[in-house]
């Protein structure tokens, strides 16, 4: 078995899948961009790896890493932060239907987020700035989940900025995100 520099063994990751990997482009700093790290993957023996972005959806990436490298798979998905519109039910479709293979809720923009960092929109993000609200759904069990009974018939929701407390009332069957005016 193969040794590290500093010592110990190597894993085989052989046919393995790696399903949370974020190259660059990203507003954060990445190590490596999409094909630097395809490439890598497959060199490494990986049999796929899944692309996630915080700001964009990652599917039409992992399409073109999938026709410009061969002998690995790649999957894209869509986080459902305020730069895709949070939880929009039109970008998971679209997504979907384009190839992503995964959907995740809200990252940097949700609630705890805000609640850890003091404030959404970035990691470490330390000012409480116009566009760093983040949106919650009061109203929700303790759990965090719809009631049952919320979710086949329609009822009024309480959205509320965390940031400044604005609320909006909504009469609607679905969960929907209201932001900010102030944002």
């Not at 990652?58 to 730069?83: C, E, K, Q």
């Not at 330390?126 to 719809?146: F, M």
Request: a positive charge.
């Amino acid at each position: 078995m193969k040794q590290r520099e500093f010592g110990g063994e190597l894993i085989d990751v052989h046919g393995a899948v790696d399903l949370h990997c974020h190259p660059f482009p990203d507003l954060f700093p990445r190590v490596a961009d999409d094909l630097e790290i395809v490439i890598a993957a497959r060199d490494a023996g990986l049999k796929a790896i899944m692309m996630k972005c915080h700001n964009e959806s990652t599917v039409s990436r992992a399409y073109f890493m999938n026709r410009m490298v061969p002998g690995i798979r790649v999957y894209g998905g869509i986080v459902l932060n305020r730069y895709v519109g949070a939880i929009n039910p039109a970008a998971v479709e679209a997504a979907l239907r384009l190839g992503g293979k995964a959907v995740w809720m809200p990252t940097i923009d949700a609630g705890y987020h805000a609640q850890v960092h003091g404030g959404a929109g970035g990691h470490h993000t330390s000012s409480r700035t116009p566009g760093s609200c983040s949106i919650s759904l009061i109203g929700v069990t303790g759990s965090g989940r719809v009631p049952y009974q919320e979710r086949i018939a329609p009822s009024t929701r309480v959205n509320r900025c965390h940031r400044c407390g604005w609320s909006s009332r909504q009469f609607n069957p679905c969960i929907r995100s209201v932001w900010c005016p102030l944002s």
